[in-house]
């Protein structure tokens, strides 16, 4: 569907967008248009090119690597995450399947006419550069999280940072299939069971998708947070986190 007015409004107050001159945002809004995919959908495919940014505004999208006969979730994004930012960057095949885990809007917007925006406008640069470090931050910190911490650290770290995202109260909601995060969480369905069944003495009661947190801070000793690993473990950079930087930069150009 076109983008309307208050579509174009919602949109270029997005971070990515907000630093773009009107007359770059305006040519970049030019071939662009909102789509919806129903859950299911396949949007990019792993060593294909991509001829649009996508930039989830509603719903929820699973990253997905495959190799031989083996395939794994690497990442869940939420709103308002951007999909496939490296490969047009670079004009270049996916790395990634991405597929949409609920009913979801999407902008998209033509490659070639991003790619060129970036020689055009150093704001908008400056934007792009941003959004990469931020997912570049993100995987570090997956990383890390995967070699540095057993199965079981794994998954309370999860919980305690799912908690604080949903509020802070004692139930957490599971934000996908449990066969999903056993895979984003670098483990078997078998082996995340077990996980949760070692959790017990310790607070936690699972009913379906809905976990209880009994003992949060009996958890956070068998995890150790870390500042270093722990945000936003297994997701895009947050719109929270950018909406923080943008706070810091306006603060320090008014003093």
């Known amino acids: 569907m076109s983008l309307e007015a208050p579509d174009l409004v919602r949109v270029q107050a ?13 040519r970049l809004m030019r071939g662009a248009f909102l789509q919806r ?10 060593g294909l090119p991509d001829n649009f940014l996508f930039v989830l505004l509603e719903g929820a999208v699973e990253l997905e690597g495959s190799s031989s006969d083996r395939e794994s979730t690497l990442a869940l994004l939420w709103p308002t995450a951007t999909l496939g930012l490296a490969s047009i960057v670079l004009d270049s095949p996916s790395l990634m399947t991405a ?23 150093a704001g908008f640069a400056r934007a792009v550069a941003e959004e990469l470090a931020g997912c570049f931050s993100g995987a570090v910190r997956s990383l890390k ?105 306006t603060m320090m150009a008014s003093h």
């Open 14 to 26: 997005l971070p990515l967008f907000e630093a773009a001159t009107d007359e770059v945002f305006d």
């Open 37 to 46: 995919f129903p859950r299911g959908s396949q949007l990019t495919t792993q």
């Open 99 to 121: 597929r949409a885990t609920k009913a979801s809007l999407i902008l998209m917007v033509p490659g070639e006419a991003f790619r060129q925006a970036l020689s055009q406008d």
């Open 145 to 249: 999280n995967c070699k540095l911490r057993t199965a079981r650290e794994r998954l309370v770290s999860y919980l305690l940072a799912q908690q604080e995202r949903q509020g802070a109260g004692s139930v957490v909601k599971l934000p996908c299939r449990k066969r999903v995060l056993a895979s984003l969480l670098g483990m078997t369905p078998e082996n995340l069971s077990r996980a949760f069944s070692s959790l017990t003495p310790h607070g936690v009661e699972i009913d379906g998708a809905t976990v209880t947190l009994r003992q949060p801070d009996s958890l956070a000793q068998l995890a150790h947070p870390d500042a270093m690993i722990d945000n936003d473990i297994g997701e895009a950079f947050s719109q929270a986190e950018r909406e923080r930087r943008r706070g810091a930069r």
